[in-house]
């Protein structure tokens, strides 16, 4: 769908903004509601319970655990398309920047909730959000622009392991990050 003649243009710049914008506004919905979580018990309880956390994750993502994470396991509906060239793939981005309305193919991000709820605050949640967007949006127009489908997910496949060592270390570094700025 994302490579057809539609998506030339105003589409996949609209697209690309919706994504950013839903991965801000759950950014913001989260740090807002941790706000409140954090008076229950002080910042060293949290930062052991997100360390924790991402030790789960972790050992999850390199395949010794399995266990499944919260998603809603339906795609974003075509019917938004009905609202024009720019409203449509727009509201299509914004749902899927948020998260919660498609598939998450990794627990990472279910890290990063408890870390912008618990430990982090304004600013950190809007780079988070517009990181989350923005990492969507490359996933998105590389798949697009690369060829087929068949041939981005071989490719994506025959590269997976590096790229989660990437990841988990990237996410361990900024982690260490957070937890350090908290306490």
Known sequence: MLNSP?????????????????????AGVVVTVGSLVRLIAPPVV??????AWFAV???????????????NARLVPESVFRHGRFWGPFEFGLEMGTGVRTYVTSGLPYVVVPVLALLAGWAPALVAGVGFGLGRALMTVSAVRYGRDAEWDLAFDASAGVIRFVLLSAFAAALGVA?????
């Open 179 to 183: 937890v350090v700025t908290a306490l």
């Open 57 to 71: 994750i972790a050992v999850r993502e390199v395949g010794l655990i399995s266990f499944g994470l919260p998603q």
């Open 6 to 26: 539609v998506w030339r243009g105003w589409p996949q710049y609209a697209f690309g903004l919706g994504l950013v914008v839903g991965g801000v506004l759950a």
């Open 46 to 51: 949290w930062a052991v319970a997100v360390v």
